[in-house]
Each structure stands twice: as structure tokens, then as C-alpha cells.
């Protein structure tokens, strides 16, 4: 039989989704399974982005330009300027989600073997994207104890080598819930600078911050115009993750003009996704400040349920919609397949992201699990409760 690629039995597995089939069985046994493991919000769709696709005229359904329509990337570009933002249309590359602009990003940036130092824990998938392109990824521990604020400075230039093309943050964090100073952001841009290499930012919950915080992008640094590459999405933003669509921004015109060579490979970004996301844009300011609403309100009954359990320790998030807890456990990957393969509270039990799998440093966070407070708070304090009965239980 031939054999598959070595790049292919070294793409890491998401940690998430291995715990699927267990789920699917729990499921079977007629048990009701309250999702906490994925960042899938149930806030609905603006309006106007499901009518776009519907109220259209379109009799042949064309490929659109490589990197995205024109009217699209300039409405982009007024997002932005609102933001105090300041890009045009010519900096901005639509793509297929904001994974494909880390694709792209990374297959940009960095050649087989080079390397982009990442603040752990991080998103997983940054793992399976470098795996992809061959590139090494050189992790800085952050810690819970810290609410997984930035490591000190000196923790990042002491991995810099001549391999180093990239800082990569995400702001706010994903898994963390992490937002990132102003302060912080210019320690990072003053590194990159000094370096020579890029600062790589994953905006895609920028708008999700809490506390009367703001968020800092990177595109707002001055002097760093050509060290700064903005991953975006409309997936969270809007509710709209099975749009796939996302944004590659940067005023680095080498850089872009790069990218779109590997968006040319792929032709163009789908055209019904980028119609939804473009009306998604005339969203009113009042949804955002509802739907932040739902999330603090969310996020503060999580904290208060989780506090009531003995031995545990919480980041308390201030962005995003994810939270890490420590249990008073040895091995959070056990004790997530244990609550779907033999535990059940009136027929009810929560599935949880072990927290491992956020770390590229063996052994870190093997206590900890992430949480996606993206359920109603009835189901939150629910889960919550249930999670707090299954310790109890729990031998493990
Ligand atoms: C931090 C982060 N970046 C990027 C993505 C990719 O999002 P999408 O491809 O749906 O735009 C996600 C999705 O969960 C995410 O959490």
C-alpha cells in the first residue's frame, strides 16, 4: 500500500474533536451531552447577512476576484477606519476563514524549518497550520496564575534565533480569554522591531472585550506598518463561522502581495460567504453591545459557579468567550472522556476541552480544561453543576 506523508503522521490531531466518538456514544446511550468544548456561539446571525444570501439575483455563481470583491474589501477597509484602523482596501486579502489567512500568513512569513515563537497555551490549530508548512513552533509559558498575561519581554528574545521569522499572539485569547494591554503590545512591537522579524496578531475576537477594556490592534502601532500581520474572521464577530470567511491584513506590501500568490492557488475566497459578510458589516453598533452583554453576564455566572467548587483554580477571562479552570485532578484528558464515558447526572453530563492540548510544552496544563461560555446561562450553571458532581465522583 503506498504510504502516506511524514507531514501527514505528524499533523497533530485537535485536541477537541478526539473526544468526539466518545461524545457520539454518550449521545447513543440516550445521555444529553452539554457542549462546553467548542467555540460554536448560539447567538443568532445578524439579519441582514442571512438576507443578503437569500434576496440576490445572482444566475451564475462566479468565482470572485483572488482577494476578495472590490466593494467588499473597501467596506472592510471603512470597518477598520471606524476602528481607528488605519488601512485601505489594497492591504486587506479575503480568505476562507481566518485559517486560511494563517495559512497563508505562515507560508508567507517563513520557509521549511524556520521558526514563530507563540505565547502557550495557544489555539491548537496553530500547531496543525505550522505542522503544514513545515514550520517549528518555539512556545513561552504564560500561567494561569497570571490570568495568562504577556511573559515577561526577556522570556521571547531569549528564544530569538536566526530561524525566528514571527511572534504570533491572539488577542484576545483563545483559550485564554487573555487582552493584552496597550503596554503589552508595544513590548511586543519594540521586540520585533529590534529583531527584524513579524509581529503576527489573531483578531478574530477583537471585538469580544469586557470590563470598559479596549482592545489594541497591532495595525495601530506606529513605526510597525511593515512587521504587522493581522488575522481576522467574521466567524465570531458576527456568528457566522460556517460562512468561512476571513481577513489577511498588513501594510506590508511584499508581504501581501506574496500572500496572494498562494491565494491565487486557491483561486478565489466562496462568493455567497463573502455577499453574507459584507452585509454583516451595516450590523448595528446595538448588536455588539447586546451580544457583549450576554457574554459578561455569561462569564461572570460562570466564575461564580466554578469558585463554589473546592481545589479549583480560574483565569478570570476579560475577552473572548473561553475560560481555563484547574481541577483538583491529575489528568484533565482522562477525566474529560471519564465525564462522557461513564458519568451522568439524570441522564445529563458536559463535555469539556482538556486543556493539554493548548500547550506545545509536554506536561503543561494536564490539570487544566477550557471552557466556551457560549451557552445560555441556564445551561452554563447547569453544566457547571453537573462538573462539580462529577468531581465528587471522580477517582481518577
Ligand atoms: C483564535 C482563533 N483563530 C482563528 C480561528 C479560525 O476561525 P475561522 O477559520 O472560522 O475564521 C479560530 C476559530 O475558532 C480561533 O479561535
Given at each position: 500500500?503506498?504510504?502516506?506523508?511524514?507531514?501527514?503522521?505528524?499533523?497533530?490531531?485537535?485536541?477537541?474533536?478526539?473526544?468526539?466518538?466518545?461524545?457520539?456514544?454518550?449521545?447513543?446511550?440516550?445521555?444529553?451531552?452539554?457542549?462546553?468544548?467548542?467555540?460554536?456561539?448560539?447567538?443568532?446571525?445578524?439579519?441582514?447577512?442571512?438576507?443578503?444570501?437569500?434576496?440576490?439575483?445572482?444566475?451564475?455563481?462566479?468565482?470572485?476576484?483572488?482577494?476578495?470583491?472590490?466593494?467588499?474589501?473597501?467596506?472592510?477597509?471603512?470597518?477598520?477606519?471606524?476602528?481607528?484602523?488605519?488601512?485601505?482596501?489594497?492591504?486587506?486579502?479575503?480568505?476562507?476563514?481566518?485559517?486560511?489567512?494563517?495559512?497563508?500568513?505562515?507560508?508567507?512569513?517563513?520557509?521549511?524549518?524556520?521558526?514563530?515563537?507563540?505565547?502557550?497555551?495557544?489555539?491548537?490549530?496553530?500547531?496543525?497550520?505550522?505542522?503544514?508548512?513545515?514550520?517549528?513552533?518555539?512556545?513561552?509559558?504564560?500561567?494561569?496564575?497570571?490570568?495568562?498575561?504577556?511573559?515577561?519581554?526577556?522570556?521571547?528574545?531569549?528564544?530569538?534565533?536566526?530561524?525566528?521569522?514571527?511572534?504570533?499572539?491572539?488577542?484576545?485569547g483563545n483559550p485564554t480569554g487573555y487582552?493584552?494591554?496597550?503596554?503589552?503590545?508595544?513590548?511586543?512591537?519594540?521586540?520585533?522591531?529590534?529583531?527584524?522579524?513579524?509581529?503576527?496578531?489573531?483578531e478574530v475576537y477583537r471585538e469580544f472585550?469586557?470590563d470598559n477594556k479596549t482592545h489594541t490592534?497591532?495595525?495601530?502601532?506606529?513605526?510597525?506598518?511593515?512587521?504587522?500581520?493581522?488575522?481576522?474572521?467574521?466567524?465570531?464577530?458576527?456568528?457566522?463561522?460556517?460562512?468561512?470567511?476571513?481577513?489577511?491584513?498588513?501594510?506590508?506590501?511584499?508581504?501581501?502581495?506574496?500572500?496572494?500568490?498562494?491565494?491565487?492557488?486557491?483561486?478565489?475566497?466562496?462568493?455567497?460567504?463573502?455577499?453574507?459578510?459584507?452585509?454583516?458589516?451595516?450590523?448595528?453598533?446595538?448588536?455588539?453591545?447586546?451580544?457583549?452583554?450576554?457574554?459578561?453576564?455569561?462569564?461572570?455566572?460562570?466564575?461564580?459557579?466554578?469558585?463554589?467548587?473546592?481545589?479549583?483554580?480560574?483565569?478570570?477571562?476579560?475577552?473572548?468567550?473561553?475560560?481555563?479552570?484547574?481541577?483538583?485532578?491529575?489528568?484533565?484528558?482522562?477525566?474529560?472522556?471519564?465525564?462522557?464515558?461513564?458519568?451522568?447526572?439524570?441522564?445529563?453530563?458536559?463535555?469539556?476541552?482538556?486543556?493539554?492540548?493548548?500547550?506545545?510544552?509536554?506536561?503543561?496544563?494536564?490539570?487544566?480544561?477550557?471552557?466556551?461560555?457560549?451557552?445560555?446561562?441556564?445551561?452554563?450553571?447547569?453544566?457547571?453543576?453537573?462538573?462539580?458532581?462529577?468531581?465528587?465522583?471522580?477517582?481518577?
Amino acid at each position: 500500500m503506498p504510504s502516506v506523508s511524514n507531514k501527514g503522521l505528524t499533523m497533530p490531531q485537535s485536541p477537541i474533536r478526539k473526544l468526539v466518538p466518545f461524545a457520539e456514544s454518550a449521545k447513543k446511550k440516550g445521555v444529553h451531552v452539554i457542549h462546553l468544548n467548542i467555540g460554536q456561539p448560539d447567538i443568532k446571525t445578524p439579519q441582514q447577512a442571512l438576507d443578503a444570501v437569500k434576496n440576490n439575483n445572482i444566475n451564475v455563481l462566479e468565482y470572485s476576484r483572488t482577494e476578495g470583491s472590490e466593494e467588499f474589501r473597501s467596506k472592510i477597509a471603512k470597518y477598520y477606519i471606524k476602528n481607528d484602523i488605519p488601512v485601505t482596501a489594497d492591504d486587506i486579502i479575503v480568505t476562507t476563514g481566518g485559517s486560511e489567512a494563517l495559512s497563508f500568513a505562515m507560508n508567507t512569513i517563513a520557509d521549511t524549518d524556520d521558526e514563530i515563537i507563540i505565547p502557550e497555551p495557544f489555539y491548537a490549530n496553530y500547531n496543525g497550520f505550522a505542522t503544514a508548512c513545515g514550520v517549528t513552533v518555539v512556545p513561552v509559558v504564560s500561567k494561569l496564575e497570571d490570568n495568562f498575561a504577556l511573559p515577561p519581554i526577556e522570556e521571547f528574545e531569549k528564544l530569538i534565533t536566526n530561524r525566528t521569522r514571527a511572534i504570533l499572539i491572539c488577542n484576545p485569547g483563545n483559550p485564554t480569554g487573555y487582552l493584552y494591554s496597550k503596554e503589552e503590545v508595544q513590548k511586543l512591537a519594540t521586540l520585533v522591531k529590534k529583531h527584524n522579524i513579524f509581529l503576527v496578531a489573531d483578531e478574530v475576537y477583537r471585538e469580544f472585550t469586557y470590563d470598559n477594556k479596549t482592545h489594541t490592534s497591532i495595525l495601530k502601532e506606529e513605526g510597525l506598518e511593515e512587521h504587522a500581520i493581522v488575522i481576522d474572521s467574521v466567524s465570531k464577530r458576527y456568528s457566522m463561522c460556517g460562512a468561512r470567511i476571513g481577513y489577511l491584513v498588513s501594510k506590508n506590501k511584499d508581504f501581501i502581495a506574496t500572500a496572494l500568490k498562494f491565494a491565487q492557488a486557491r483561486l478565489s475566497p466562496p462568493t455567497y460567504a463573502q455577499i453574507a459578510s459584507e452585509a454583516a458589516l451595516d450590523t448595528p453598533d446595538s448588536y455588539f453591545a447586546e451580544v457583549k452583554e450576554e457574554y459578561v453576564a455569561r462569564r461572570n455566572l460562570l466564575i461564580t459557579e466554578l469558585e463554589k467548587i473546592d481545589g479549583i483554580k480560574i483565569a478570570k477571562p476579560q475577552g473572548a468567550f473561553y475560560c481555563i479552570a484547574e481541577l483538583p485532578i491529575k489528568d484533565a484528558d482522562h477525566f474529560a472522556q471519564w465525564l462522557l464515558e461513564d458519568f451522568s447526572l439524570d441522564n445529563e453530563t458536559v463535555m469539556v476541552a482538556p486543556a493539554a492540548g493548548f500547550y506545545a510544552t509536554d506536561g503543561l496544563g494536564k490539570k487544566q480544561i477550557r471552557i466556551a461560555y457560549v451557552l445560555d446561562k441556564e445551561s452554563l450553571k447547569r453544566a457547571v453543576y453537573i462538573l462539580s458532581e462529577a468531581l465528587k465522583n471522580y477517582k481518577g
